[in-house]
Protein backbone atom coordinates (compact mmCIF):
# COMPACT_ATOMS: atom_id res chain seq x y z
CA UNK A 1 0.00 0.00 0.00
CA UNK A 2 0.48 3.34 0.29
CA UNK A 3 1.71 4.09 3.52
CA UNK A 4 1.69 1.94 6.75
CA UNK A 5 -2.15 0.76 7.81
CA UNK A 6 -3.14 0.22 11.00
CA UNK A 7 -5.91 -1.56 12.03
CA UNK A 8 -8.71 -0.66 14.20
CA UNK A 9 -8.30 3.09 14.31
CA UNK A 10 -9.73 2.71 17.87
CA UNK A 11 -10.23 -0.04 20.35
CA UNK A 12 -12.76 0.03 23.25
CA UNK A 13 -11.98 -2.99 25.72
CA UNK A 14 -13.02 -3.60 28.96
CA UNK A 15 -10.54 -4.52 31.13
CA UNK A 16 -9.17 -7.99 31.35
CA UNK A 17 -10.36 -8.65 27.93
CA UNK A 18 -7.56 -9.87 24.82
CA UNK A 19 -6.77 -7.49 22.02
CA UNK A 20 -5.58 -7.76 18.70
CA UNK A 21 -3.81 -5.24 17.22
CA UNK A 22 -2.98 -4.96 13.52
CA UNK A 23 0.22 -3.34 11.41
CA UNK A 24 0.39 -3.49 7.58
CA UNK A 25 4.10 -1.82 6.60
CA UNK A 26 4.76 -0.25 3.24
CA UNK A 27 5.38 -3.27 1.06
CA UNK A 28 9.37 -4.14 1.35
CA UNK A 29 10.01 -2.43 4.54
CA UNK A 30 12.59 -4.82 6.36
CA UNK A 31 12.20 -3.58 9.78
CA UNK A 32 8.91 -3.21 11.84
CA UNK A 33 8.56 -1.28 14.97
CA UNK A 34 6.05 -0.92 17.93
CA UNK A 35 6.05 1.95 20.24
CA UNK A 36 3.23 3.18 22.66
CA UNK A 37 1.95 6.92 22.82
CA UNK A 38 0.13 7.84 26.65
CA UNK A 39 -1.33 10.82 26.50
CA UNK A 40 0.37 13.89 26.34
CA UNK A 41 3.51 11.96 25.88
CA UNK A 42 6.02 10.79 23.05
CA UNK A 43 6.07 7.57 21.39
CA UNK A 44 7.83 4.89 23.44
CA UNK A 45 9.54 1.89 21.95
CA UNK A 46 8.29 -1.57 22.38
CA UNK A 47 9.28 -3.78 19.93
CA UNK A 48 11.29 -3.86 16.58
CA UNK A 49 11.26 -6.74 13.83
CA UNK A 50 14.02 -6.94 11.07
CA UNK A 51 11.76 -9.01 8.81
CA UNK A 52 9.91 -11.83 10.46
CA UNK A 53 13.14 -12.09 13.10
CA UNK A 54 11.62 -10.33 16.59
CA UNK A 55 14.93 -8.57 17.41
CA UNK A 56 13.97 -6.21 20.17
CA UNK A 57 11.07 -6.79 22.35
CA UNK A 58 12.89 -4.92 25.43
CA UNK A 59 10.06 -2.33 25.63
CA UNK A 60 6.95 -4.72 26.39
CA UNK A 61 6.06 -3.82 29.43
CA UNK A 62 4.41 -6.93 31.05
CA UNK A 63 4.23 -10.35 29.87
CA UNK A 64 1.04 -9.56 29.15
CA UNK A 65 2.29 -8.04 25.70
CA UNK A 66 3.47 -10.08 22.59
CA UNK A 67 3.64 -9.30 19.18
CA UNK A 68 4.69 -11.08 16.10
CA UNK A 69 5.28 -10.84 12.28
CA UNK A 70 5.21 -14.25 11.54
CA UNK A 71 5.96 -13.70 7.36
CA UNK A 72 8.21 -10.91 7.33
CA UNK A 73 4.95 -8.58 6.71
CA UNK A 74 2.17 -7.92 8.69
CA UNK A 75 2.51 -7.35 12.09
CA UNK A 76 -0.15 -7.84 15.62
CA UNK A 77 0.30 -6.76 18.35
CA UNK A 78 -1.77 -8.58 21.04
CA UNK A 79 -2.70 -7.67 24.47
CA UNK A 80 -3.70 -10.25 27.14
CA UNK A 81 -5.90 -9.53 29.70
CA UNK A 82 -6.06 -5.93 29.34
CA UNK A 83 -5.83 -3.54 32.07
CA UNK A 84 -6.11 0.73 32.29
CA UNK A 85 -3.27 1.45 32.19
CA UNK A 86 -2.57 -0.07 28.96
CA UNK A 87 -4.96 3.03 27.45
CA UNK A 88 -2.75 4.52 25.09
CA UNK A 89 -2.10 4.99 21.37
CA UNK A 90 -0.25 2.02 20.13
CA UNK A 91 1.93 3.49 16.77
CA UNK A 92 3.24 0.76 14.55
CA UNK A 93 6.48 2.11 11.72
CA UNK A 94 8.44 0.68 9.19
CA UNK A 95 11.17 1.83 7.35
CA UNK A 96 13.05 -0.07 4.21
CA UNK A 97 16.14 -0.96 6.41
CA UNK A 98 17.88 -0.93 9.71
CA UNK A 99 20.30 1.76 9.15
CA UNK A 100 19.34 5.26 9.84
CA UNK A 101 16.61 4.92 7.13
CA UNK A 102 13.31 7.01 7.46
CA UNK A 103 10.72 5.25 9.12
CA UNK A 104 7.18 5.92 8.31
CA UNK A 105 4.18 5.50 11.11
CA UNK A 106 0.86 4.66 10.61
CA UNK A 107 -2.06 6.85 12.35
CA UNK A 108 -2.28 4.14 15.24
CA UNK A 109 -4.72 2.34 16.85
CA UNK A 110 -6.25 4.31 20.60
CA UNK A 111 -7.13 1.47 22.75
CA UNK A 112 -9.04 2.81 25.58
CA UNK A 113 -9.13 0.15 28.08
CA UNK A 114 -12.79 0.55 30.29
CA UNK B 1 20.30 6.20 29.53
CA UNK B 2 19.16 8.11 26.20
CA UNK B 3 16.91 10.44 26.67
CA UNK B 4 15.32 13.31 24.93
CA UNK B 5 14.07 16.90 26.41
CA UNK B 6 11.86 19.82 24.83
CA UNK B 7 9.97 22.84 25.79
CA UNK B 8 6.50 21.99 26.80
CA UNK B 9 3.70 23.64 24.99
CA UNK B 10 1.39 25.31 23.73
CA UNK B 11 3.40 27.30 21.89
CA UNK B 12 0.97 29.93 20.56
CA UNK B 13 2.32 32.50 17.81
CA UNK B 14 0.73 34.70 15.70
CA UNK B 15 1.15 34.16 11.81
CA UNK B 16 4.49 35.25 10.38
CA UNK B 17 6.11 34.93 13.37
CA UNK B 18 9.36 33.45 14.30
CA UNK B 19 9.60 30.22 15.84
CA UNK B 20 11.97 28.66 18.29
CA UNK B 21 11.50 24.94 20.08
CA UNK B 22 14.49 24.10 22.06
CA UNK B 23 15.38 20.38 21.81
CA UNK B 24 18.32 18.45 24.27
CA UNK B 25 19.38 15.28 24.64
CA UNK B 26 20.97 12.78 26.45
CA UNK B 27 22.76 9.46 24.75
CA UNK B 28 25.94 7.24 25.31
CA UNK B 29 27.36 7.11 21.91
CA UNK B 30 27.03 9.17 18.56
CA UNK B 31 22.92 10.18 17.85
CA UNK B 32 21.37 10.64 14.78
CA UNK B 33 18.88 13.60 15.59
CA UNK B 34 15.09 13.77 14.16
CA UNK B 35 11.74 16.36 14.15
CA UNK B 36 8.34 14.66 13.43
CA UNK B 37 5.40 16.66 12.72
CA UNK B 38 1.92 14.77 13.54
CA UNK B 39 -0.85 17.22 12.18
CA UNK B 40 -4.39 16.85 13.45
CA UNK B 41 -5.56 13.83 12.62
CA UNK B 42 -2.47 12.16 10.86
CA UNK B 43 0.55 10.13 11.59
CA UNK B 44 4.06 11.15 12.80
CA UNK B 45 6.04 12.29 9.48
CA UNK B 46 9.62 13.03 9.01
CA UNK B 47 10.46 16.47 9.19
CA UNK B 48 14.33 17.44 9.19
CA UNK B 49 16.74 15.06 10.10
CA UNK B 50 21.07 15.62 10.80
CA UNK B 51 23.56 12.66 11.47
CA UNK B 52 26.69 14.40 12.70
CA UNK B 53 27.78 17.09 14.36
CA UNK B 54 27.66 20.65 12.66
CA UNK B 55 24.62 19.20 10.26
CA UNK B 56 21.72 21.53 9.29
CA UNK B 57 18.69 19.49 8.68
CA UNK B 58 15.97 21.64 6.77
CA UNK B 59 12.23 20.90 5.36
CA UNK B 60 9.49 23.52 4.61
CA UNK B 61 11.15 26.59 5.84
CA UNK B 62 12.50 24.64 8.87
CA UNK B 63 15.71 24.39 10.08
CA UNK B 64 17.45 22.41 13.15
CA UNK B 65 21.49 22.21 13.58
CA UNK B 66 23.31 19.06 15.56
CA UNK B 67 25.06 20.97 18.05
CA UNK B 68 27.00 18.45 19.79
CA UNK B 69 28.93 20.96 21.98
CA UNK B 70 25.24 22.06 23.65
CA UNK B 71 23.77 18.55 23.09
CA UNK B 72 20.57 20.55 21.72
CA UNK B 73 19.05 20.45 18.10
CA UNK B 74 16.58 23.15 18.04
CA UNK B 75 13.66 23.87 15.84
CA UNK B 76 13.35 26.65 13.95
CA UNK B 77 11.45 28.83 11.44
CA UNK B 78 11.71 32.10 10.18
CA UNK B 79 7.66 32.45 9.83
CA UNK B 80 5.26 30.49 10.62
CA UNK B 81 2.23 29.42 8.99
CA UNK B 82 -1.51 28.89 10.17
CA UNK B 83 -0.87 25.39 8.49
CA UNK B 84 2.31 24.55 10.94
CA UNK B 85 0.23 23.93 13.74
CA UNK B 86 0.73 20.97 14.77
CA UNK B 87 2.28 18.80 17.53
CA UNK B 88 6.54 18.36 16.96
CA UNK B 89 8.72 15.83 18.54
CA UNK B 90 12.48 15.35 18.67
CA UNK B 91 13.83 12.32 18.75
CA UNK B 92 17.19 10.47 18.12
CA UNK B 93 18.57 7.08 16.94
CA UNK B 94 21.45 5.40 18.22
CA UNK B 95 24.19 4.36 16.00
CA UNK B 96 24.46 1.47 17.83
CA UNK B 97 22.76 -0.74 19.46
CA UNK B 98 18.72 -0.23 19.84
CA UNK B 99 17.49 1.32 16.70
CA UNK B 100 14.64 2.67 17.98
CA UNK B 101 13.70 6.15 17.68
CA UNK B 102 13.98 7.80 21.33
CA UNK B 103 11.47 10.97 21.51
CA UNK B 104 10.54 13.98 23.54
CA UNK B 105 7.54 14.33 24.86
CA UNK B 106 6.42 16.90 22.25
CA UNK B 107 5.30 20.18 21.73
CA UNK B 108 2.07 21.83 20.42
CA UNK B 109 2.39 24.52 18.02
CA UNK B 110 -0.70 26.71 18.22
CA UNK B 111 -0.24 29.20 14.85
CA UNK B 112 -2.95 32.01 15.07
CA UNK B 113 -4.15 34.22 11.50
Known amino acids: GAGVSQSPRYKVAKRGQDVALRCDPISGHVSLFWYQQALGQGPEFLTY????????KSGLPSDRFFAERPEGSVSTLKIQRTQQEDSAVYLCASSLAQENTEAFFGQGTRLTVV | GNSVTQMEGPVTLSEEAFLTINCTYT??????LFWYVQYPGEGLQLLLKATKADDKGSNKGFEATYRKETTSFHLEKGSVQVSDSAVYFCALILDTGRRALTFGSGTRLQVQP
Open chain 2, 27 to 32: ATGYPS
Open chain 1, 49 to 56: FQNEAQLD
